[in-house]
């Protein structure tokens, strides 16, 4: 069975230190990868997407993913915390043969300390 | 402003009356996608479409059924509600143009069925 698995519930970090939120998929093919956060009481936000190219993708608000394509991992990092970093985040995985089939991880809850 | 509307934000129903959950989205986006988040399980796809009058089944549709006659418009119909779809739904919208791929989220619908 498909799955994205995201091994931590939470995740908790001190301000200006690195972070980093795991990210490993079970998927057939080459998917594309994603990152979605989510504040409180809000929607969801796209943060960054690996295609194809530079495994190292950047996206919004200074975080970057690693794509791993031997370990089918995607794993989110930032290199300075800040504490409205705080948030719900999601890894994503989509086919790439054509449908729109998108399978989300169960979440990690970040928490930044001031 | 591009953007996602649900409507109703919020619904307290009973089990059995039927309801509809409506998804717009100004973008011109082929894709559109139903989601319900719980906690502990991330997003769960419900049902997606990839063009006018062509959906496909995600990982949970029992239950629900959609429709997509026109391009913008991907309305959620729950014709028999039961209290095990009280969730938060998120419609969300995507297109493969220009290299995009990523999904825009609606604000969420939470649904309490009692």
């Known amino acids: 069975a498909q799955s994205v698995a995201q091994p931590e519930d939470q995740v908790n970090v001190a301000e200006g230190n690195p972070l980093t939120v795991k990210c490993t998929y079970s998927?057939?093919?080459?998917?594309?990868l994603f990152w979605y956060v989510q504040y409180p009481n809000r929607g969801l936000q796209f943060l960054l997407k690996?295609?194809?190219?530079?495994?190292l993708v950047k996206g919004s608000y200074g975080f970057e993913a690693e794509f791993n394509k031997s370990q089918t991992s995607f794993h989110l990092k930032k290199p300075s915390a800040l504490v409205s970093d705080s948030a719900l985040y999601f890894c994503?995985?989509?086919?790439?043969?054509?449908?729109?089939?998108?399978?989300f991880g169960a979440g990690t809850r970040l928490f930044v300390k001031a | 402003e591009a953007q996602v509307t649900q409507n109703p934000r919020y619904l307290i129903t009973v089990t059995g009356k039927k309801l509809t959950v409506t998804c717009s989205q100004n973008?011109?986006?082929?894709?559109m996608s139903w989601y319900r988040q719980d906690p502990g399980l991330g997003l769960r796809q419900i049902y997606y479409?990839?063009?006018?009058?062509?959906?496909d089944k995600g990982d949970v549709p029992e239950g629900y059924k959609v429709s997509r006659k026109e391009k913008r418009n991907f309305p959620l119909i729950l014709e028999s509600p039961s209290p095990n779809q009280t969730s938060l739904y998120f419609c969300?919208?995507?297109?493969?143009?220009?290299?995009?791929?990523?999904?825009?989220f609606g604000p969420g619908t939470r649904l309490t069925v009692t």
């Open positions: 994503a995985v989509r086919d790439r043969s054509g449908g729109f089939k998108t399978i």
């Open positions: 479409s990839m063009n006018v009058e062509v959906t």
């Open positions: 969300a919208s995507s297109s493969d143009r220009s290299s995009s791929y990523e999904q825009y």
């Open positions: 973008m011109n986006h082929e894709y």
């Open positions: 998927v057939s093919g080459n998917p594309y």
């Open positions: 690996y295609i194809t190219g530079d495994n």
